[in-house]
């Protein structure tokens, strides 16, 4: 008996130590979950790999590999077929059929490539390997032998059942979500944050999402806009928390208070303190923002090192050397692109500076904030109470 399969590769050696075991337990419930929706399958674990089998539904593998190569930590799949019967007439017909089923039309030459785990199986790997080799040679007219440089592999694969698949489509790459600890992500709406976040994410760090929403400047549909982002998060993470922190009686009083030049830095500056205190309450160690050296005046190092000056947790940018196309091609290729382009208004374009400073000094604005230390903690606290947490699945 055959039947379809689809052999998951994961990173494993970036799996560190101990959490091993607990770091693919959740890549095998992940998966669970994302292909849940399309029949009844199961991931069974074999040695250094899953492989997802099905009870009764066939797999389709358009539906299903871009739901599974999606999730961080998974190096890629192979759509194949397990062969339960192993003699090797039969591996001979069944890598034959599974190859025509396949054929791209193109190839002209192939080679066979067998692994024998299960060492208790008759022939060696070569002899599979010839073997198969042979028989397909024989009867797929057109295709000839190319050891050296092969257009299509055909792999077998002899375990407890056998294996047999021609084609890796490579996944996304990373580490296991929540195996690098916890960040927050300051995310705005625009093109930057959520690629940032999502980069984080890959790195297996658990995210969270916070929002300062300026209502009524920044409209509903701002803040609608920032939750599709976050639920796009969520197809890659399983979930994904959101903050909506209302920041307007912040802002009117920094408009009213701070001179026009420096008011985007203090506004940033009082965003990272919000931030950080949702992290150390959510028990995260790090923030994350969008920040990209020298894309807007508030970007230099110099005005960089001016926000950073609030946080004492550290601050993830990994956008920080990325040119902005960089940054475009991964929002596309993650889906978050086009909701990002949306022209809804962002707190910052609507009380933006005409001539904001690009050089601030960190000892000048720390001697000009002073005064408005106390009220700012007040207003930020305040913010927070209007904390809105939106769990989006
Ligand atoms: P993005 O594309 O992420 O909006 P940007 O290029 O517009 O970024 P800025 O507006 O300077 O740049 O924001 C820099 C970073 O500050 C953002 O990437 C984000 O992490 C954070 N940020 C800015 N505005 C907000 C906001 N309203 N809520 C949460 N975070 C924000
Ligand atoms: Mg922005």
Partial sequence: MEERVLLVKYGEIAMRGNNRQLFVKRLVETIRKNIDSDGDFYVVREQGRLVVESRGTEINFGTMIPKVNRIFGILGVCPGIKVTDQSIENLQKTALKFLKDNY?????????VTKRSNKQYPLTSNEVSAEVGGYIYDNFEGLEVDIHNPETTVYVEIRNDAYIYTDFIEGCGGLPYGSSGKAVSLISGGIDSPVATWLMAKRGVEVEGVYFHSPPYTGERAKEKVKDLAKIIAMYTGGFKLHVVKFTELQLYLLENVPEDKLTIFLKRAMMRAAEKIAYKDHADGLITGESAGQVASQTVPSLAATNDVCTLPVFRPLIAFDKEDIVTIAKKID?????????????????????????????????????????DEMVEAALASDEIIEVE
Avoid: N
């Fill in 336 to 376: 978050t692109y086009e909701i990002s382009i949306l022209p809804y208004e962002d707190c910052c374009t609507t009380f933006v500076a005409k001539h904001p400073v690009t050089k601030p000094r960190v000892d000048v604005i720390r001697r000009s904030e002073k005064a408005l230390a106390d009220k700012i």
């Fill in 104 to 112: 791209d039309g193109k190839s002209k030459t192939f080679k066979v």
